[in-house]
């Protein structure tokens, strides 16, 4: 640490589930911030490993790291509201247990935060990164309007509002649009929706602000890392989350136009033969591209080749938003 004084007081949240093995790094990459944090929140979300033991240990050596816990698991959206309730500061931010940020983290993203009453948060561009088998950094990822003009154009434009994973933001703001959502359809699968692209939901909400010139910047530099080991490239609920994220398009419709909500339940309902049809091609194209991406990861670059052809056949439109969005490392 330099000593220097926080342009503003800011909570970094570390919500942790069977992290025993990385979660110690991430700490300490908070612990040696140019700025630091003024705390440390970890929810520990009913792990079953040697997380909480690792954390108490970095805790007895720093008064900023504090604990709690939840019994049994309730899930990542539930974690993260906690963590937003829970918080201390007006500032937060969101880091997950695997990820590591760049010492400058906070205080570029601090400083712009708060020398600026428009915004409602401020992320970054982030490197992709796995540790098995010394494959390091794989790539860029560039999330986020980079200037005031591109964010308000997208909210005019009624556009998603994607945001990187370690942006931080107000935590009034994320309050005043009602925070995580934690239940969202009730289901004999035991399915939690509120998992699935929780981030994002909550971006697009507060990006109803736009209406009073408020806005999401990015920052073009990479100040985090990002990992994305090769199982975490499962297309398992792939579909679960594409739905998800259709739904939150119907919300930003609906409001912007004035018009409620619709449940998830009842937007499933409303899907025309055509419109499940389109959504199907559409999670095909993605499970090809996240099938890519693992293939890429395990240097399989035949059926990398293979993948992407399948994906750009069957949805040239997603190849296009991801060749804008990422940047592989060469």
Known sequence: MTGKTPPLA?????????????????LRSLQDQTWPPQE???????????????????????????????RP?????????????????AAVMFLDADDLADPRLLEMQGRVLAGNPDLLGVGCHAHYFDDTAGRGNLGLQRVGPEDRETALTQYRNGKLTFMPPATMFWKGDAQAVGGYRTRILQ???????????????????????????????????????????????????????????????????????????????EFIESRSPAERFHDWRSDK????????????ASRRYLRLGLLLTLAAITSPKLIRQKLKTQTVRR
């Open 285 to 296: 194209a993605a499970g090809f591209y996240k099938a890519a991406g693992f293939s890429y």
């Open 40 to 70: 440390i929140l970890v929810i520990d979300d009913g792990s079953r490993d040697r997380s909480i033991e690792v954390v108490t240990c970095l805790k007895a050596a720093d008064e900023r790291i504090r604990i709690i816990t939840t």
């Open 187 to 265: 289901n004999d699968e035991a399915i939690r929706y509120e998992d699935f692209a929780e981030d994002l939901d909550l971006w697009c909400r507060m990006s109803d602000l736009g209406a009073e010139g408020r806005y999401f910047l990015t920052l073009a530099e990479p100040l985090f890392r990002y990992r994305k080991p090769p199982g975490s490239l499962s297309t398992r609920n792939l579909h679960l989350m594409q739905l998800k994220m259709r739904w939150i398009k119907d919300c930003l419709s609906r409001r912007r136009a004035g018009k409620a909500e619709r449940s998830l339940a």
């Open 73 to 89: 698991n309730r899930g990542t959206a539930f974690s993260r509201q906690l963590g937003l309730d829970e918080a201390r500061t």
């Open 10 to 26: 800011v909570t970094v949240i570390v919500c942790c589930y069977n992290a025993e093995g990385t979660i110690a790094e991430t």
